[in-house]
């Protein structure tokens, strides 16, 4: 059944771009709009996320939650946040209401309402989940390790921003990063049991303007200078890693890296490969957590990541390891034996293709789900990479070999480039 026009409204204020996928045998339609920018591109730390989350509270034309509504009382899901690259909006829903589901879309994201009262209870409540991160020990030290690798940029603080932050954004603080957002160009992603011509069409009338991308993005952070280690107190003085507060815990968090490198960049699959070799796939295998946790006994877990956060900034290149205060030690000497060992004689090719199988393996699973297509297909116009393509990433992975894994080693486990955050329980007090 075909349902009512789209309604009128002027031509969208910046290139929009389309991408389009029909499921078949999956009864339902997932929406994906991006605003470009994200937190990468805010003026007030925290105005992202806020302005994202407002997009779902109500339309101008609507007022309060109403399509919010609408949409529950049709079994759909909606929700809207901000990220490091872009706000966005994101429906699921029959396919049936594929009509209704693109109106929603482009309504709140074009024409959001930014209320006074609903900008305020959703930066209070942006500060309430700040505070509750911040009793967990664990994040405060990520936090701290963030800020020490990024410095000012956005990616080195929290997606929140902070609690004076959030108190000073205002309604048209918001206004001001939407219109910012949609004159830098959006993403419309739709996946799922659809007729991807009539989507099209439909999609065209709501968001006039399709093709290009946007720009004014800032420049990327570049690798910090000062002290190689540094130490977290937790539960002392909580400024250090982040707002909130809350006790240090009984264990110890530590964190060694670097910055990686972007998404696009042509070495990301070989950091993959890397990283679960190291020890990232499902924490039974890897060098790191064989000898820390298995054979050593230092350590409650251990993960790396090969580049943790990437997008159209860089990633960071990350071991954390969960220990107790008297083994943090002997644990950041393991973990630099092995990196150095790493660095020195390379990775052996059966680890190269036990990893390769693991990261082959776990591949079809990303491509199951309309939400899923939807997310894939909003990235690959995001970051202008074919991960529409299943094979794609299969390719990638297979045209790796030890040379490449062994030389990304060498250069990405110089001990001198390399970051140290110690978080440990605060310090008794003095006798």
């Known amino acids: 059944m ?8 002027p031509a969208a204020p910046a290139p929009m771009a389309l991408r389009v996928r029909r499921l078949a045998g999956t009864p339902v339609i997932s ?30 034309r609507r007022g309060w939650r ?19 690259d872009a706000i966005w909006v994101l429906i699921d829903a029959l396919a049936s209401d594929w009509e209704r589901a693109l109106d929603w879309a482009a309504e709140i994201a074009l024409e959001p309402a930014f209320a006074e009262d609903r900008a305020d209870w959703v ?15 664990e994040v405060r030290a990520e936090w701290a390790f963030r ?16 609690p004076a932050s959030l108190a000073r954004l205002d309604p048209e603080d918001c206004r001001r990063f939407h219109r910012r957002s949609l004159a830098a160009g959006a993403v419309v992603a739709v996946a799922g049991e659809i007729d991807e011509a009539a989507v099209v069409a439909r999609l065209e009338r ?57 998404w696009r960049d042509p070495a990301h ?3 993959r490969l890397l990283a679960v070799a190291l020890g990232s796939g499902a924490g039974l295998h890897g060098r790191l957590p064989m000898r820390l946790r298995e054979r050593e006994g230092l350590a409650y877990l251990v993960h790396v990541a090969g580049n943790a956060g990437a997008g159209l900034d860089p990633g960071r290149f990350e071991v954390y390891v969960a220990t107790s205060p008297r083994d943090v030690e002997r644990a950041l000497a393991a973990i630099e034996e092995e990196l150095a060992r790493a660095a020195a004689e390379g990775i052996r090719e059966d ?16 491509h199951q789900t309309a939400r899923q297509w939807a997310e894939i297909l909003a990235a690959a116009e995001l970051y202008d990479l074919p991960l529409d393509r299943p094979e794609w990433t299969a390719e990638r992975l297979a045209a790796v070999d030890a040379a490449a894994v062994n030389r990304e080693a060498a250069r990405l486990f110089d001990r001198r480039r390399l970051k140290v955050m110690l978080g440990l329980p605060a310090a008794p007090p003095a006798a």
């Open 2 to 9: 075909t349902g009512p026009a789209p309604p009128s409204r």
């Open 31 to 60: 929406v994906r709009v991006l605003l470009r920018g994200g937190a990468r591109a805010e003026e007030i730390p925290g105005q992202a996320l806020v302005t994202g989350r407002l997009l779902a509270e109500g339309s101008a």
């Open 66 to 84: 109403r399509i919010a509504l609408d949409a529950e009382g049709r079994g759909a899901d909606l929700s809207s946040s901000g990220g490091p």
């Open 123 to 137: 930066a209070r409540h942006a500060a309430a989940e700040l505070a509750a991160l911040a009793d967990h020990p």
């Open 147 to 162: 800020k020490q690798l990024y410095g000012p940029h956005p990616a080195g603080r929290p997606q929140q921003g902070d």
């Open 206 to 262: 709501l968001f006039p303007a399709v093709a290009g991308a946007g720009e004014g993005h800032p420049a990327p952070p570049r690798p910090r200078g000062g002290a190689r280690r540094r130490e977290l107190r937790l539960g002392a003085d909580p400024r250090e890693a982040g707002p909130g507060g809350g006790a240090g815990g009984e264990q110890a968090h530590l964190f060694v890296g670097r910055l990686a490198a972007a």
């Open 269 to 271: 699959e070989v950091r």
């Open 351 to 366: 680890e190269i293709e036990e990893a390769r199988t693991y990261l082959l393996g776990r591949e079809p699973f990303r």
